[in-house]
């Protein structure tokens, strides 16, 4: 039922650890994302399942069968690059043929694979145009396309929509997630972008200093991360620092640095009395105006950030912290305006407060 397991991954240059005890497991025909920061590993975690790199310890198997001492040509997974590694000085048909080619296939069944894999990625009849040629969307179709037509288990995606611009990566996200399930490969997809991976992935690990914080669906990681790193990463937040005075049934009190007390939700076991911990709140559980048995804070409208349905008016609270409020900024939505006196609430069980590492 997995296409990829990977079972306490650990990757030592010298005596930085890079990827420290890492296991997971892909089931077939999933889209898998990990998502982390610049520098957390995930690249290197990648490489070694592509066998560009070898672990330290640990062991990576492939539809059951460890692949640790298998050379990269002779597994089963190929790999999309940031910049796509397309050949400049072949057409789109050899680009796309090369790998048939040094598989020793005949020349008839290359032409039928590359015809039959360019219409999957909705690109029939461009086999002989030359790269050049090529949009951004379009390079980035060959380039999946090139891999695809060698049939692997896995598709590694490193960060591939990375050189894009926005506009066009925003229509990339979702034609991945249409080729993926068009072809029922499993795809690995690594990326800094947290929008890229909720938007596509089935599950999602998130990756910091060389370890997994917490791996989960998309929606399990924003309504509900473990830890603080998650709940900063994944998703906007309000985030401020405090200490906690008391903790009931699951609640606890928390006196903010900046002044003012807020009651959030308890998110690890450590939250305890006297523990410095961080609050987290998201812009989009913010009412403007007081709600009954809520958190309520008073300040002054700083600014209005209009993006349509994603709009958000900033607040500035006591402390002269400013705090994002979800603003539904539509025709007949009610004025509200710089210097405006207002207060804001939230539901306690919205805030989340985890000990703060260190």
């Known amino acids: 039922m997995h296409d990829l397991q990977c079972q306490d991954l650990i990757k030592r240059f010298g005596p930085f650890v890079?990827?420290?005890?890492?296991s997971f497991d892909v089931p077939r025909g999933s889209f898998f994302s990990i998502l982390g920061p610049s520098g957390c590993g995930k690249t290197t975690l990648m490489r070694m399942i592509a066998g560009f790199e070898?672990?330290?310890?640990?062991?990576?198997?492939?539809?059951?069968?460890?692949?640790?001492?298998?050379p990269p040509n002779k597994r089963s997974v190929k790999m999309v690059f940031q910049h796509l590694a397309l050949f400049p000085m072949m057409n789109v048909g050899e680009n796309i043929a090369y790998g048939l080619r040094c598989r020793g296939e005949s020349k008839a069944d290359i032409g039928r694979k590359v015809a039959a894999v360019l219409d999957r990625v909705g690109l029939p009849g461009v086999a002989g145009k030359q790269v050049s040629q090529l949009s951004g969307g379009q390079k980035q179709r060959i380039a999946i396309a090139r891999c695809m037509v060698l049939e692997p288990d896995v598709l590694l995606l490193d960060e591939p929509l990375?050189?894009?611009?926005?506009?066009?990566?925003?229509?990339?996200?979702?034609?991945?997630?249409?080729l993926q399930h068009q072809f029922g490969t499993t795809f690995l997809y690594i990326t800094h972008d947290q929008s890229e991976a909720l938007v596509m992935s089935d599950n999602v690990a998130v990756m910091n200093a060389g370890r997994f914080e917490q791996i989960g669906s998309p929606q399990e990681l924003y309504n509900n991360p473990r830890t603080g790193f998650v709940a900063g990463f994944v998703g906007d937040s309000n985030r401020w620092q405090g200490r906690v005075t008391a903790v009931e049934r699951g609640e606890a009190r928390v006196e903010l640095q900046s002044g003012g007390v807020v009651i959030a939700a308890v998110g690890d076991g450590n939250v305890r009395a006297g523990?410095?911990?961080?609050?987290?709140?998201?812009?989009?559980?913010?009412?403007?105006?007081?709600?009954?048995?809520?958190?309520?804070?008073?300040?002054t409208v700083d600014s209005l950030l209009f993006n349509g349905a994603s709009s958000r008016v900033l607040v500035r609270i006591g402390g002269g912290n400013l705090v994002e409020v979800g603003h539904v900024a539509t025709e007949g939505a009610s004025a509200i305006k710089p210097g405006d006196s207002t207060e804001i609430s939230w539901a306690r069980k919205h805030a989340l407060c985890f000990v703060v590492a260190g």
């Open 54 to 70: 070898s672990p330290s310890s640990g062991d990576i198997r492939i539809k059951g069968a460890s692949v640790v001492s298998t």
């Open 162 to 178: 990375g050189a894009l611009d926005l506009k066009l990566r925003e229509r990339m996200k979702i034609e991945l997630k249409l």
């Open 18 to 22: 890079a990827v420290n005890g890492v």
């Open 275 to 299: 523990a410095n911990v961080e609050v987290f709140v998201r812009p989009e559980v913010i009412s403007l105006g007081a709600t009954k048995d809520a958190n309520v804070m008073t300040g």
